[in-house]
């Protein structure tokens, strides 16, 4: 059974830094891509970065090209997303997704949230001074 875990959001001042972890466990990271996504009140989930299965390759929104850095620790099963520069517009809750059917990290780009069928519970991040 695939499970997400999500952890590290907190509240933090502009300018500001927090890496948050995805935890996978029921499946290898090897074989998944894994996607972070985030959602403001009242506005979509919108993609924000993505590591492929296999060769680690990675995407980034435009809105956070430069200030954010996906990585994973294939011993540890676990994906990280490290938000440098936080802005108040990254306040959103931010949730790890994966899907058997996506392994690349391009695909975030093309396939939305609905795409993705394995969900995190999510952990908020608030920007704010």
């Known amino acids: 059974q695939v499970q997400l875990v999500e952890s590290g959001g907190g509240l933090v001042q502009p300018g500001g830094s927090l890496r948050l972890s995805c935890a996978a466990s029921g499946f290898t990271l090897d074989y998944y891509a894994i996607g972070w996504f985030r959602q403001a009140p009242g506005k979509e989930r919108e993609g924000v970065s993505c590591?492929?299965?296999?060769?680690?390759?990675?995407y980034y929104a435009d809105s956070v090209k430069g200030r954010f850095t996906i990585s994973r620790d294939n011993a540890k099963n676990t994906v990280y997303l490290q938000m440098n520069s936080l802005k108040p517009e990254d306040t959103a809750v931010y949730y790890c997704?994966?899907?058997?059917?996506?392994?690349?990290?391009?695909?975030?780009?093309?396939?939305?949230?609905?795409?993705?069928?394995?969900w995190g519970q999510g952990t908020q991040v608030t920007v704010s001074s």
């Open positions: 590591i492929s299965s296999s060769d680690g390759s990675t």
């Open positions: 997704a994966t899907d058997p059917h996506i392994t690349t990290a391009q695909a975030m780009g093309v396939m939305p949230a609905p795409y993705w069928g394995s």
